[in-house]
């Protein structure tokens, strides 16, 4: 089945413990990308990635990394959290960017993190 | 970057009324259009999307429709049912990147 895999589900942590949510894709895309949702501000992108060793930032990178070494993975590594990182992460791929959004953009199922 | 309004963020209907949820966008270079629905606790998917050259598209009840003049695009649900409640969220993608709006919270009374 085509997905987006993404683990954990839901994190509890504490402020300056580092942790990396992964991400992975079986659908051979090119392009990867993480999203944060909170409440009355939408979806915002974090960071994307055109295709393996290629990354950019999108309108919310500040305390965030990522790495892309292998085409279906794409891990989100918060080093030292705080709790305004507390939200919902979405990972998402699409065959390629550009035209290839008109393809489909497929999410991963979510994870809650919660920074005390 | 491209900025992206939707109005209204909460809409009440009647089953059966219809629910139409407007966007506008800024960047005159946006050329893709989707609309995604996320039921509470689940992920965003698409329901429907337009391209920058189609001016109206439609899949059953739910249609959208574009201004490129005005830079707005609109979504119609139509006979709305209990089941579309959700948060609708609007987007409009520029190059590479996708450009969400905030959401509207769609409740459909029975």
């Known amino acids: 089945e085509a997905q987006v895999t993404q683990n954990p589900r839901y994190l509890i942590t504490v402020t300056g413990k580092k942790l990396t949510v992964t991400c992975s894709q079986n659908?051979?895309?090119?392009?990867m990308s993480w999203y944060r949702q909170d409440p009355g501000l939408g979806l915002r992108q974090i960071y994307y990635?055109?295709?393996?060793?290629?990354?950019d930032k999108g309108d919310v990178p500040e305390g965030y990394k990522v790495s892309r070494k292998e085409k279906r993975n794409f891990p989100l590594i918060l080093e030292s959290p705080s709790p305004n990182q507390t939200s919902l992460y979405f990972c998402?791929?699409?065959?390629?960017?550009?035209?290839?959004?008109?393809?489909?953009?497929?999410f991963g199922s979510g994870t809650r993190l919660t920074v005390v | 970057g491209e900025n992206v309004e939707q109005h209204p963020s909460t809409l009440s209907v009647q089953e059966g009324d219809s629910a139409v949820i407007k966007c506008t966008y800024s960047?005159?270079?946006?050329?893709?259009f989707p609309w995604y629905k996320q039921e509470l606790g689940k992920r965003p998917q698409l329901i429907i999307d337009i391209r920058s050259n189609v001016g109206e598209k439609k899949d059953q009840r739910i249609a959208v429709t574009l201004n490129k003049t005005a830079k707005h695009f609109s979504l119609h649900i139509t006979e709305t049912q209990p089941e579309d409640s959700a948060v609708y969220f609007c987007a409009a993608i520029t190059g590479n990147q996708f450009y969400f709006g905030t959401g509207t919270s769609l409740t459909v009374i029975p």
């Open positions: 990635s055109m295709n393996v060793e290629v990354t």
């Open positions: 998402a791929s699409s065959l390629r960017g550009g035209q290839g959004f008109n393809y489909g953009y497929t």
């Open positions: 960047d005159s270079a946006s050329n893709y």
């Open positions: 659908m051979n895309h090119e392009y």
